[in-house]
């Protein structure tokens, strides 16, 4: 009777959270698609066809832009700003998620969830990215943003067979791991979000999605 109630509140939940999404779709053209089957196959070494993903993995973020308004400006485009296409090995692949929540708690999903989007070096083949406005000292994450990651992973567990909760900056635990696919190993950054305070909230609230520990970082 136990298991079943708490089925029934994920079912519920995750119904009232995808009735709550605002639906602001970036530009996906046929530019954009030729640029993800690029990065797939320059970044992972896999030829597909396809720009879909099986989900495995979330991966929580910050934006570090005040507004969604300009977050949205920042992911919209299919190419990156000032991208050069004479340097070798660099994609032209815009930053993007699949979903951003605002400050207030509303959740915008930008992309199909199973679209891949560039939004984790290494693992975007099989990972969806949830954006949060704001992350700075002068534009913290809010209460509200907080419950809106909690539903919307909630929401995507129970919809899709997710293994591992993860924040940006625990990225690199995954070198070596299975889901790892990035080809070049001297292709990393430094990530600080959406930091360590905010995933045991996020953690502590989705514990019983009963998730994957992420593995320990091993050092160079």
């Known amino acids: 009777m136990y298991r079943l109630g708490f089925i029934l ?41 396809s720009i879909t993903i099986v989900p495995r993995m979330i991966v929580l973020h910050h934006t570090v832009i005040p507004t969604f308004e300009k977050t949205f400006e920042a992911f919209n485009s299919p190419t990156l700003p000032n991208w050069r296409p004479d340097i070798e090995n660099v ?11 605002d400050r207030d708690g509303t959740i915008y999903r930008l992309m199909p969830e199973t679209y891949m989007a560039r939004h984790v070096i290494g693992l975007n083949h099989c990972a969806i990215g949830v954006e949060n406005v704001g992350g700075t000292p002068e534009f913290l994450l ?41 080809v070049d190993e001297g292709y990393r950054t430094k990530k600080t979000d959406p930091g360590d305070n905010f995933m045991k909230k996020v953690r502590k609230a989705t514990k019983r999605l009963n998730f994957k520990p992420v593995p320990e970082i091993k050092p160079h």
């Not at 509140?9 to 602001?24: A, G, H, I, M, W």
């Not at 994609?91 to 929540?101: A, D, I, K």
């Not at 567990?157 to 990035?182: Q, R, V």
């Open 91 to 101: 994609s032209g692949l815009n930053v993007s998620s699949q979903f951003v929540v």
């Open 142 to 182: 809010t209460k509200a943003q907080l419950k809106a990651n909690i539903k919307l992973v909630h929401y995507l567990a129970n919809k899709y067979d997710i293994d591992y909760l993860i924040g940006h900056h625990e990225y690199t635990a995954f070198e070596g791991h299975e889901l790892w696919l990035e």
């Open 9 to 49: 509140v994920v079912l519920l939940v995750s119904c009232s959270t995808e009735r709550t999404f605002v639906e602001r779709p970036i530009i996906f053209d046929a530019q954009r698609v030729a640029l993800t089957k690029e990065y797939l196959k320059n970044r992972y070494q896999l030829e597909t066809d």
